[in-house]
């Protein structure tokens, strides 16, 4: 069984950092492209990270480009966020997504069960 | 990048009747790359369809996507209690958006 679990979600103040973690199993973890979405309470979903199978190329949208990084560890099966400089408008549920292969094109096949992070003073 | 419009915002239905969910892109899909998930309350999304009509392990088949190029549609012959949710459709080929969302509720 696939299982996605992130962990990190915090109260942060602005200009702060914080680091996701999202441990994987139930499937081969250096296999598979791996992205973060998020959602702002009441919005949709923003598709904002994502990381091919190796690790090699990496996406990050403008929204978060300088600030946010992505990484992973296939070794340990987990897929990391390190953000940065946070703002309010980070203010969201992340959650952690598997790639239906590895390397795009692909679709999100399963998802964590997120994680919130609040940025306010 | 694609400019996603999902219609209509909201469906209100009844169980039992057919909701037609719309997925509009702005440019063309590549390759019929297009993907549905289904999100209930305080829940993470699911993934419904992939490739415009092919369903994910576990879907039950009253759910069916079609579609081709910049019009898309998601299905539900008959709406069952748990299906009332909002649906989301992805453009997963050449875009990394997401619609806004059409919320399904109950009439």
């Known amino acids: 069984e696939v299982q996605l679990l992130e962990s990190g979600g915090d109260l942060v103040q602005p200009g702060g950092s914080l680091r996701l973690s999202c441990a994987a199993s139930g499937f081969t973890f250096s296999s598979y492209a791996m992205g973060w979405v998020r959602q702002a309470p009441g919005m949709g979903l923003e598709w904002f990270s994502a990381?091919?199978?190796?690790?090699?190329?990496?996406y990050h949208a403008e929204s978060v480009k300088g600030r946010f990084t992505i990484s992973r560890d296939n070794s340990k099966s987990t897929l990391y966020l390190q953000m940065n400089s946070l703002r309010a408008e980070d203010t969201a549920v992340y959650y952690c997504?598997?790639?239906?292969?590895?390397?795009?094109?692909?679709?999100?096949?399963?998802w964590g069960q997120g994680t919130l992070v609040t940025v306010s003073s | 990048e694609i400019v996603l419009t999902q219609s209509p915002g909201t469906l209100s239905l009844s169980p039992g009747e057919r909701a037609t969910l719309s997925c509009r892109a702005s440019q063309s899909v590549s390759s019929s790359y297009l993907a549905w998930y289904q999100q209930k309350p305080g829940q993470a999304p699911r993934l419904l369809i992939y490739?415009?009509?092919s369903r994910a392990t576990g879907i039950p088949d009253r759910f069916s996507g079609s579609g081709s190029g910049t019009d898309f549609t998601l299905t539900i012959s008959r709406l069952e209690p748990e299906d009332f949710a909002v649906y989301y459709c992805q453009p997963y080929g050449n875009s990394r958006t997401f619609g806004q969302g059409t919320k399904v509720e109950i009439k």
């Open positions: 997504t598997k790639g239906s292969v590895a390397r795009r094109p692909y679709y999100f096949d399963y």
């Open positions: 990381i091919t199978d190796s690790g090699d190329d990496t």
């Open positions: 490739a415009a009509s």
